[in-house]
């Protein structure tokens, strides 16, 4: 099979940029040409920064039409590839330099810089106003103190503090590591949360252009998460927005797409078990968090991070500068290919590109190189692995962690029954992960025993059919060997399932009247999906093969009744009929 981590792509500009042949392309690649080459190359998720959306939406609509082609010509052979609006969050940035937003300056180490937050200034070389949504930040002055350190960008340049002056709301710094620095960067102080809201209004904005894309939109990534509360927050907005889109309440469920919290901070650090309860999945924002919490932190937070999420069965994402060095060059490092190595060994459901394929002129042979970084990070994961006691150890861990769960999603119930005229929202989505909490232990014994009866070379293919996504979520967390076939009965719940580590989502009808009929149709989708060599590798001559075949042996979960949430409770050695 193809490789089972999935990949992430940052969508750019239309520009120039280098082919999938390697030849350059002088003239401006247009996103009808993009978009097929990304995801021929083996994207499975696009994600839109819109910290940089368009003026006009001008770019996203153009990207748009591109994704809508190009899926539809995948589905046909059983491939999702999904969207995901990355929201820009609370950002606090520097001004532009001579009053244009393009311009850059070097900073020099062992100078000084002012940074302003009552007044605005016209950057230079010397000094440059703080901006919050527009205006200067003057809270700003308000957190500093003498001494901490202030990250200007994604680490181009680094200040340290002298005494603030409170009265007049500037901050004279040193200037301990210099570089180039653009207007609009963002700025960071080490171990500093601002108490802003973390959905802003531009967020809101930005999020009702994504969901005006409809299905479309399969993910919204949260910047800046510091609590479930921020979670819950986007979630009620979602429902809001779909309501008035005249969406039935009984589908809005269905149709929400998944949230994913990126985890930026020291408090989202430390909170990571309650937003673990709400949010959809977990992307590990590195650039932000490196800023935050000390760069010599990040790795081991990184691997705790990735542990919870398999625990829990929730996708992750490892992100920031994984291939940074192919912005510019064909290549990667050393070191970087290590990086995305030891992610997808750590566990990591999803690579991402940033500037690798939004900036950079490689984009698709970075793409590429995390394609064959994966395949042979999985190749030593299985082979160096007891899979058996691996998974009996997940199950384990599991079964220390839901009493906690329960405990705490029990106490937030309670809290939010009392306050269910201002806090419906938050009310029922504790309710529901209170409800699958419920049938948890079943879950976990049904997932398991699919996964060790996998074992060997005989089976083909776990198929999980499912209602909401959690079946074939709790069955990926356990990482088999085998590929999953998520037949999700929902156009939108399968598209859900695009980041989970080694499915293969499928849409099937919701009108079966017995368990038998959906496991006919499940295999029926899963002998539809074709493996399909990438762009790079037709001129070996090979082929695309089924994934599943009549006469192959694969395993089947299920659950009665059909169609409720959180009712597995069967596992079924099946032969796919002709």
């Known amino acids: 099979m193809g490789i089972r981590t999935k990949i992430v792509a940052t969508l750019g500009p239309e520009r120039p940029l280098h082919g999938p042949d390697g030849r350059p392309r002088n003239q401006k690649v247009e996103y009808r040409q993009m978009v097929p080459w990304f995801v021929e190359a083996g994207v499975d998720v696009f994600r839109l920064n819109m910290s940089h959306r368009s003026k006009n939406d001008v770019q996203e609509h153009r990207f748009l039409e591109a994704y809508r082609e190009t899926r539809f010509f995948w589905e046909t052979k059983g491939r999702h590839v999904a969207i995901m609006g990355d929201l820009q969050g609370p950002k606090i940035r520097i001004g532009s330099f001579f009053d244009d937003p393009n311009a850059n300056v070097e900073l ?336 976990d014994r049904v997932s398991h025993a699919a996964c060790s009866l996998s074992v060997g070379d005989e089976v083909a293919a776990i198929i999980a059919p499912t209602t909401s996504g959690q079946t074939t979520r709790m069955v990926a967390r356990f990482r088999p060997r085998v590929p999953i076939v998520g037949a999700a009965h929902d156009y939108c719940v399968a598209r859900t399932l695009t980041l989970c580590f080694g499915v293969y989502p499928v849409n099937i009808l919701r009108n079966y009247q017995d368990n038998e009929a959906v496991f006919k149709a499940a295999c029926e989708s899963a002998k539809k999906i074709i493996q399909y060599p990438h762009s790079w590798e037709k001129g070996k001559g090979a082929k695309g093969k089924a994934l599943v075949q009549t006469g192959d042996l694969v395993i089947i979960t299920a659950g009665h009744p059909l169609y409720q949430p959180g009712t597995t409770n069967l596992v079924k050695l099946h032969t796919v009929d002709g």
């Open 108 to 443: 020099v180490s062992g100078k000084d810089f002012a940074l302003h937050t009552k007044t605005e200034v016209k950057g230079d070389k010397n000094e440059a106003t703080v901006i919050y949504e527009g205006k200067p930040f003057a809270e700003l002055i308000d957190q500093v103190k003498e001494g901490d350190h202030i990250w200007l960008g994604d680490g181009e340049a680094l200040l340290k503090a002298r005494k603030p002056s409170r009265g007049g709301g500037t901050i004279i710094c040193d200037i301990l590591s210099g570089g180039v620095i653009k207007g609009g960067r963002g700025v960071t102080i080490k171990g500093v949360s601002f108490d802003i809201e973390s959905f802003t209004a531009k967020d809101k904005r930005d999020l009702e252009l994504l969901l005006s894309f409809g299905d479309e939109l399969t993910y919204v990534a949260l910047s800046f998460v510091k609590t479930a509360e921020d979670v819950l927050k986007v979630k009620d907005f979602i429902k809001e927005n779909l309501r008035s889109q005249k969406i039935a309440e009984v589908d809005i469920p269905l149709k929400m797409p998944g949230l994913i919290a990126k985890i930026e901070t020291q408090k989202s650090v430390d909170n990571i078990a309650e937003i673990l309860d709400v949010a959809d999945g977990i992307m590990v924002a590195r650039g932000d968090l490196g800023m935050q919490v000390g760069l010599h932190q990040v790795a081991g937070i990184q691997k705790r991070i990735i542990h919870e999420c398999n625990v829990r069965g929730k996708p992750v994402i490892t992100a920031t500068q994984m291939l940074d060095s192919m912005e510019r060059n064909p290549i990667p490092t050393r070191a970087e290919v290590t990086d995305v190595y030891n992610a997808i060994l750590d566990g990591t459901d999803a690579v991402m590109l940033s500037g690798e394929t939004s900036e950079g002129f490689f984009p698709t042979q970075a793409i590429r190189m995390m394609h064959e970084i994966a395949a042979e990070a999985e190749k030593d994961f299985f082979d160096r692995t007891d899979t058996e006691d691996r998974f009996f150890k997940l199950l384990q861990e599991g079964e220390k962690v839901w009493p906690g769960v329960r405990t705490r999603v029990r106490r937030k119930v309670q809290k939010y029954r009392r306050q269910r005229v201002l806090n419906q929202c938050y009310f029922n989505e504790y309710r529901k992960v209170q409800k699958l909490l419920a049938t948890q232990k079943t879950t």
